[in-house]
């Protein structure tokens, strides 16, 4: 039987790679092979796109045929073949960051992501999209707290990031059977609860 495909969203310092591993492991308990992956990434090649896209500048159409560049080598080589095999993947972003980071926050036509989310997986979405939602305020003091080194997305300003999070609930809205929205403002233990209750409607 084919694997599942779920992907992680929300902006930056939402909480999501604090609840990938640990989702990973919960479902390779009950007896699933899981591969954890991200984007822009997963393959040696997508790591090398990342780099470029996550320190360089560059015009907004070139970013998101690199995000969907990678993304294709992604599906090709990593997760169409691991799904095929009956595995579960987990993915850390996925083309809902396009769409909300590219054209919510750089205000790329829509047109234009749609024609490349319909040519580069016309045929694949993940089957669940976990949305980490929290107000702008709260994720940029864990961003400060954790004191990390900031990428090129995340040095942008506000106002970037509040229209990359209503590009995603927007998202969300018009998509409600397979994303869900988690409300990520809460402690982990009450986040992963509420992950369990989703995923094992998956299963
Ligand atoms: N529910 C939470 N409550 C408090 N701090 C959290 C919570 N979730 C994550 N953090 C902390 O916030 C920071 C950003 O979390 P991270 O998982 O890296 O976010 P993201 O991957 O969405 O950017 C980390 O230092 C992490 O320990
Ligand atoms: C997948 C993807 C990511 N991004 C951006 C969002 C993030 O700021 C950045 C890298 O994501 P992420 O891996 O979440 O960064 P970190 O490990 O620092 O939490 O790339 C896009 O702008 N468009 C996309 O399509």
Same mark, same amino acid.
């Given at each position: 039987?084919?694997?599942?495909?779920?992907?992680?969203?929300?902006?930056?310092?939402?909480?999501?790679?604090?609840?990938?591993?640990?989702?990973?492991?919960?479902?390779?308990?009950?007896?699933?092979?899981?591969?954890?992956?991200?984007?822009?990434?997963?393959?040696?090649?997508?790591?090398?796109?990342?780099?470029?896209?996550?320190?360089?500048?560059? +015009? &907004?159409?070139?970013?998101?045929? #690199?995000? $969907?560049?990678?993304?294709? /080598?992604?599906?090709?080589? @990593? !997760?169409?073949? =691991?799904?095929?095999?009956?595995?579960?993947?987990?993915?850390?972003?996925?083309?809902?960051?396009?769409?909300?980071?590219?054209?919510?926050?750089?205000?790329?036509?829509?047109?234009?992501?749609?024609?490349?989310?319909?040519?580069?997986?016309? +045929? &694949?979405?993940?089957?669940?999209? #976990?949305? $980490?939602?929290?107000?702008? /305020?709260?994720?940029?003091? @864990? !961003?400060?707290? =954790?004191?990390?080194?900031?990428?090129?997305?995340?040095?942008?300003?506000?106002?970037?990031?509040?229209?990359?999070?209503?590009?995603?609930?927007?998202?969300?809205?018009?998509?409600?059977?397979?994303?869900?929205?988690?409300?990520?403002?809460?402690? &982990?233990?009450?986040?992963?609860?509420?992950?369990?209750?989703?995923?094992?409607?998956?299963?």
């Amino acid at each position: 039987m084919r694997g599942k495909f779920i992907t992680f969203e929300g902006i930056d310092g939402a909480g999501k790679s604090s609840h990938v591993e640990w989702l990973a492991e919960y479902l390779r308990r009950q007896g699933r092979v899981v591969q954890v992956t991200r984007e822009p990434g997963g393959t040696p090649l997508g790591e090398r796109l990342r780099e470029l896209l996550l320190n360089e500048t560059m +015009h &907004l159409e070139t970013e998101t045929l #690199l995000m $969907f560049a990678a993304r294709r /080598e992604h599906l090709a080589s @990593r !997760i169409e073949p =691991a799904l095929a095999r009956g595995e579960w993947v987990i993915c850390d972003r996925f083309s809902d960051a396009t769409w909300a980071y590219q054209g919510g926050g750089r205000g790329l036509d829509k047109s234009k992501f749609l024609a490349l989310e319909h040519w580069v997986h016309e +045929h &694949l979405q993940p089957d669940l999209t #976990l949305l $980490f939602d929290l107000p702008l /305020e709260v994720a940029r003091e @864990r !961003i400060v707290l =954790a004191n990390r080194v900031l990428d090129k997305f995340e040095q942008e300003r506000a106002d970037f990031h509040e229209r990359v999070r209503q590009a995603y609930l927007e998202r969300a809205h018009a998509h409600p059977a397979r994303m869900r929205v988690i409300q990520a403002d809460n402690t &982990l233990e009450n986040i992963r609860e509420k992950l369990e209750e989703i995923v094992s409607t998956l299963c």
